[in-house]
T-cell receptor, first 114, second 114 residues
Framework: AQSVAQPEDQVNVAEGNPLTVKCTYS??????LFWYVQYPNRGLQFLLK??????LVKGSYGFEAEFNKSQTSFHLKKPSALVSDSALYFC????????????FGTGTRLQVFP | DAGVIQSPRHEVTEMGQEVTLRCKPI?????LFWYRQTMMRGLELLIY????????DSGMPEDRFSAKMPNASFSTLKIQPSEPRDSAVYFC????????????FGQGTRLTVV
């Protein structure tokens, strides 16, 4: 069965510093990987996805993520954090052929301090 | 497009009462998903539909929960009878039929059962 893990409940970073939010996955086939962001009292907003091709994916708001097949990881990164990036971030995985299900990780709360 | 529309945004009900949550997916989307978000369990997939047909309801907690999609533009999630442990935020999401597309989420319904 497919699964995704976000090992950190919270990540704290100072404004202007680079940030990384970690995600590892487990699927039996090829993965489709997604990052979503959730602001307080809002729904989830799509940030970026990896389907195939270049391992470095660029998305909204300056975020990017790197797909690493050997480490089964899809870490979210941003070169310079903003206070407004503070939110709850979810990694999600779907097997490319066997299922329509999108399975989410437990979420990581990002706190960017001024 | 207005996006995925959920109603109501907030619902407070007494234990034992019937609760109906509503969702209007994005026009043209073939898939519709119902998720539940709690602090303890994170985001759980309850059920999803493809072209109005329920495909997988293995995430539905018990028989008190039921979901329908009578047409391509409307779905309901019903809880009867409701219990305090059903208190959560319920999200509806939809996506197009292509496998490499992302899901779009509604704002959610915050359900409180007292």
């Amino acid at each position: 069965a497919q699964s995704v893990a976000q090992p950190e409940d919270q990540v704290n970073v100072a404004e202007g510093n680079p940030l990384t939010v970690k995600c590892t996955y487990s699927v039996s086939g090829n993965p489709y990987l997604f990052w979503y962001v959730q602001y307080p009292n809002r729904g989830l907003q799509f940030l970026l996805k990896y389907i195939t091709g270049d391992n470095l994916v660029k998305g909204s708001y300056g975020f990017e993520a790197e797909f690493n097949k050997s480490q089964t990881s899809f870490h979210l990164k941003k070169p310079s954090a903003l206070v407004s990036d503070s939110a709850l971030y979810f990694c999600a995985v779907r097997e490319s052929y066997n299922t329509d299900k999108l399975i989410f990780g437990t979420g990581t709360r990002l706190q960017v301090f001024p | 497009d207005a996006g995925v529309i959920q109603s109501p945004r907030h619902e407070v009900t007494e234990m034992g009462q019937e609760v109906t949550l509503r969702c209007k997916p994005i026009s043209g989307h073939d898939y519709l998903f119902w998720y539940r978000q709690t602090m303890m369990r994170g985001l759980e997939l309850l059920i999803y539909f493809n072209n109005n047909v329920p495909i997988d309801d293995s995430g539905m907690p018990e028989d008190r929960f039921s979901a329908k999609m009578p047409n391509a533009s409307f779905s309901t999630l019903k809880i009867q009878p409701s219990e305090p442990r059903d208190s959560a935020v319920y999200f509806c999401a939809s996506r197009p039929g292509q496998m490499n597309t992302e899901a779009f989420f509604g704002q959610g319904t915050r359900l409180t059962v007292v």
